[in-house]
């Protein structure tokens, strides 16, 4: 049994083979059709197809006018991509506290961290649970403040209804190999602006805008650049593996549901262990499996005895020097940080598989 599974479908596989036959591996009309995928098939608002989820917070970041001397609030309880692409723009990650069993940014905890220098919010959907966005959204608007969503674990996920993808000015998701939906190494960034989302493509490739700065004569496309942009699209290779991949999401969704939905109610009321928070008001993608556990060591050490691997998957990144150091006023990270841990949810796991975990998580630690 393993802890993560990446989801390769033979028709990933035929459309990767027929684009490398083309000759065209470079961002081109498949970049374009993945684009137009996401948007009808998942009803993501203006997707930006990028080579990396991380290089969609960057970008979400960029156009969103960050720069150097600003403020982003955002959870600590996150991959430590989320608080580097702040970095990478000047500006400095204010880390605001957790609700201890969502894992997710509290609304609540922001108003405090906000100063003359703030610019944007950047919640962290952990696990693929949505996070409290009317709050947080309701919050930025009152101190006209860009959230950019960081949805890497959250694909498919749904909020009051709505997809998240189309809740947010930016909404960033990762289709790294272990995703939900991989493209190999992949992103998206979705704008729910039309400007901002004729930026995002301008600035994905360098800030040269691939439809309106035609070639010349010469062979080079005219362009003057007035803003910096990066290398940052993702490839017709890529988006062939995400085209393939993109019928089977449903299934792997719900294969993910199932599995939590048992977890859910074969765990429930187990000494030293306690379940994160379920709302009906939104559905989670499940990526992640969290449990809040009392001497996880003995944990961890118990289940890697009975053959089921666990994982923290992150731990809090304000930790890391280069992001400040621990914050002592996060009460509730601290807390969810020292309890914390994840079984395995993926679709490579068969019925016995799960009744295995469940089984070893019963025999107790």
Same mark, same amino acid.
């Given at each position: ?132 966005m009317d709050e947080l959204n309701a919050v930025a608007g009152e101190h006209g403040l860009a959230v950019i969503e960081d949805a890497a674990h959250a694909l498919g996920a749904t909020y009051k209804g709505r997809p998240v ?32 989302r004729e930026e995002a493509r301008r600035r994905r490739w360098f800030g040269i805008d691939r439809v309106r700065d035609v070639a010349t004569i010469l062979g080079e496309r005219e362009y003057d650049l007035e803003t910096v ?8 290779? $890529? ?21 939590? $939905? ?97 089984? $070893? ?5």
């Amino acid at each position: 049994m393993n802890f993560f599974h990446t989801r390769i479908s033979p028709q990933a596989i035929e459309f990767a083979q027929a684009a490398l036959s083309s000759g065209f591996v470079s961002e081109g009309k498949l970049v374009r059709q993945f684009e137009g995928e996401l948007s009808s098939q998942l009803g993501l608002i203006g997707p930006v197809a990028l080579n990396s989820g991380s290089s969609a917070l960057h970008l979400g970041l960029v156009v969103a006018g960050v720069g150097a001397g600003d403020e982003v609030i955002l959870p600590a309880q996150t991959f430590v991509a989320s608080g580097l692409s702040i970095v990478m723009c000047g500006a400095k990650p204010v880390f605001a506290d957790i609700q201890r069993y969502s894992g997710n940014l509290d609304p609540g905890a922001i108003r405090a961290k906000i100063t003359p220098r703030t610019k944007a919010i950047m919640p962290v959907h952990w696990g693929g649970y949505p996070c409290d966005m009317d709050e947080l959204n309701a919050v930025a608007g009152e101190h006209g403040l860009a959230v950019i969503e960081d949805a890497a674990h959250a694909l498919g996920a749904t909020y009051k209804g709505r997809p998240v993808g189309a809740l947010s000015r930016f909404t960033a998701f990762s289709f790294q190999a272990i995703k939900h939906l991989t493209t190999g190494d992949g992103g998206a960034l979705c704008c729910l602006g039309d400007a901002d989302r004729e930026e995002a493509r301008r600035r994905r490739w360098f800030g040269i805008d691939r439809v309106r700065d035609v070639a010349t004569i010469l062979g080079e496309r005219e362009y003057d650049l007035e803003t910096v942009g990066f290398k940052y699209h993702l490839n017709d290779v $890529a988006a062939a593996i995400g085209l393939g991949n993109l019928p089977g999401l449903p299934l792997a969704l719900a294969r993910h549901r199932a599995i939590a $939905a048992r977890y859910r109610n074969e765990l429930r009321s187990i000494p030293g262990l306690d379940l994160l928070e379920c709302r009906p008001d939104r559905n989670g993608s499940w990526w992640l499996f969290t449990v809040l556990v009392e001497r996880r060591e003995d944990f961890v050490r118990a289940l890697s005895g009975r053959d089921v691997p666990t994982s923290v998957v992150h731990l809090r990144i304000d930790r890391n020097r280069v992001l400040g150091g621990v914050q002592s006023d996060l009460v509730n990270q601290g807390w969810f940080n020292d309890r914390q841990v994840a079984l395995p949810v993926h679709v490579g796991l068969c019925d016995e598989d799960v009744e295995q975990v469940i089984c $070893a998580v019963r025999a107790g630690w």
